[in-house]
């Protein structure tokens, strides 16, 4: 059977899975459609939430991000999974234990304002959509090599799938779409890396093939790499930073607060029966997430290195980088290479008319690198490959089988479509039970509260779409954005509201305005006002990175920093705490007595 049709018959079957589950699982009471009625077990919890967490980011741009950067690449990994565990030791059992529906419910009844909902809403509304952009641009990426369609074209039929399963189940059918999008998608990221862990080291774990000796030498995996990439002017592969110091920690503390205050997650532990099954999903979540994370070095470095092996044959084989003979011919190059061009992620243009490609680093300060490269007559790097394709073009790289190049197709959708349908679930109950039910219409009924949340799930799958058809930059670059805007805007509201009984609602308003605009600010400086091109204005704040050096994917921190000291400040000028919502937060700090999840006001 040929490659394509393969890949449309494990994609067919996986969607039909999803949508079927959807059908079976329909939700038909506010309380399914929003918390799955609140009886999901622990396990099957972890699962979703696993799923729900670990987007098109995690499964398709993140090990190219690393790929790309190196050992810089390791602030995702740090970030993503200590954001997580922050989040289930300081934040999920407590708002478990409070038994409301949404964060802005939390933060509207622990701040006693509805003006304080009302601002956690559009807090959500802007880092949840920023999101679903990064999924839309990875779910092009996959259709369109995929499906053999345009990257627009896949957008627009992931828009359907999604609407699809998301409207129909609410909290209910996505909970077990997510299940098994997660099955799916584990075996789709694992079983490529264990082929070609086999393959470059003859160790079938790929955790322990990365340290393990590159086959028919008598170096390490790593080090070949480090020698590969340094001889063709590239940096050190095991040392290389993202930027400064400052921006590297700056970057993984945003990602971390960011995972930590992302609604989508969050409404995760509220389809559980109680705080004890919270914690314990919390954990089996962890460990579920622990086997793609502590697999993506691996792949990332394999893919990198196999990757340069198929453009110049010496890197396996031995001998100098350089030799005429050693870059292959353009006419000679993979089948995969050609797919992949027709995507426009991967470009090859012969600049010294050779009719063979040369790829390496042509701006390296390295002076024995531009050296070489100018006695072989190279006149500039042929080729450029998108980092987002990395993954999903890794077994193709290798040579793998058509089921597993077929298999990761379906494991790259099913990651970008699961995290979609959890945003657009967080996106769905904010507008329609926070700010129609909860401020506008307080008497709708709860047909109408469902129709609602429906509407608002069409108008963000349309908007994301939209946005997602010219994104701000990779897929993992965008996520990096939305877990900033979460961090400077929904954290410390959360934070305070948990562990600070004298936090006013004046106070946790100002912060969190002052935390999302701060950020927004410094973000539509560098990328364009609501993500649209053309509408930059790096001058008016001194230029790219002009505040210490730090990217506007890492300027999150910064905002949450700002929005803590704010709400303090405003807090000791205004009136104090009500006496009642004292006794309220500090009754959820017990960790006895946690009540059903309700939605009510």
């Known amino acids: 059977m040929d490659l394509q049709t393969t890949i449309y018959i494990f994609v067919g079957l996986s969607f039909a ?24 077990g622990p396990k099957m919890n972890g699962m979703a939430t696993a799923a729900d967490w670990m987007s098109a980011a995690s499964f398709i741009s993140m090990a190219g991000l690393i790929s790309n950067m190196g050992y810089g690449g390791g602030l995702f990994l740090m970030g993503w999974t200590g954001g997580y565990v922050l989040l ?39 880092a949840s959509i920023t999101y679903i952009i990064g999924q839309m641009t990875g779910v092009g990426v996959a259709f369109s090599r995929f499906l053999g369609v345009s990257s627009d074209t896949g957008i627009y039929v992931g828009m359907a799938i999604v609407f699809a399963y998301a409207v129909f189940g609410g909290m209910k059918g996505i909970t077990y779409t997510q299940v098994a999008q997660y099955v799916v998608l584990i075996f789709a990221y694992t079983i490529p890396a264990i082929f070609i862990s086999l393959q470059l080291t ?10 393990s000796g590159f086959s028919g030498t008598d170096m390490s995996l790593l080090a070949k790499l480090d020698l590969v990439v340094t001889d063709l002017g590239f940096g050190k592969y095991t040392t290389t930073t993202a930027g400064s110091t400052l921006n590297m920690f700056m970057y993984t503390l945003s990602l971390m607060i960011g995972t930590a205050g992302l609604p989508h997650v969050i409404m995760r532990f509220f389809t559980v029966p109680s ?34 092996g198929t453009v110049n044959t010496a890197v396996k084989a031995g001998g100098d980088l350089y030799a005429p003979e050693a870059s292959i011919k353009a006419e000679d190059r993979p089948d995969w290479m050609k797919r992949w061009e027709k995507t426009g992620l991967l470009k ?14 042509d701006a390296t300060k390295n002076p024995d690198a531009k050296a070489k ?49 959890g945003l657009l679930m967080a996106i769905s109950a ?40 010219n994104p701000p930059g990779f897929a993992a670059g965008t996520v990096a954005l939305a877990f900033g805007i979460a961090a400077s805007s929904l954290f410390p ?64 921190a910064v905002g949450a920093m700002l929005n803590f000291a704010v709400a303090f400040v405003v807090a000791k000028v205004t009136s104090p705490v009500p006496h009642h919502i004292e006794a309220m937060v500090e009754a959820v700090r017990v960790p006895r007595g946690s009540s059903a999840v309700t939605g009510a006001h």
């Open 430 to 469: 904010a507008v329609s039970h926070d700010l129609v039910k909860g401020i506008f219409a307080p008497g709708i009924s709860e047909k109408g509260e469902l129709m609602a949340g429906k509407i608002s799930m069409a108008v963000a799958i349309v908007i994301a779409g939209w946005l997602g058809l």
């Open 275 to 308: 705080v004890k099954d919270a914690r314990s999903s919390a954990g089996w979540a962890l460990v579920f997430i622990a086997i793609l994370y502590t697999t993506a070095p691996a792949v990332a470095a394999m893919a990198k290195l196999n990757l340069h």
């Open 373 to 421: 490269a100018e006695a072989a007559g190279w006149k500039g790097n042929e080729l450029t490959v998108n980092a987002d394709i990395i993954v999903l073009a890794n077994p193709e790289i290798a040579l793998l089988p058509n089921w597993v190049i077929a298999l990761v197709a379906a494991g790259g959708l099913a990651a970008a479509l699961s995290t979609a349908a």
């Open 88 to 126: 289930a030791m300081l934040l999920a059992p407590y708002l478990r234990k409070f038994g409301k529906f949404t964060v802005p419910q939390f933060i509207g009844d622990r701040f006693y304002s509805k003006s304080a909902s009302t601002i956690a809403v559009i807090c959500l509304l802007t």
């Open 493 to 556: 509201a959360i934070m305070m509201g948990i562990f600070s009984k004298k936090m006013n609602k004046e106070g946790a308003m100002a912060g969190m305005l002052a935390g999302l605009l701060i950020t927004l600010f410094y973000v539509f400086a560098h990328k364009g006002l609501f993500f649209v091109k053309g509408t930059e204005y790096l001058s008016m704040i001194g230029g790219a990175n002009s505040f210490f050096g730090i990217t506007p994917e890492a300027f999150g």
């Open 202 to 211: 003859g160790n079938p774990l790929p955790q322990l093939g990365l340290g």
């Open 17 to 40: 899975l999803y949508i079927g589950i959807a059908i079976w699982a329909r939700a038909g009471s506010t309380s399914e459609f929003y918390a799955a009625g609140g009886a999901v």
């Open 348 to 361: 090859f243009t012969d600049k010294n008319g050779d009719g063979r490609i040369q790829y390496y680093n």
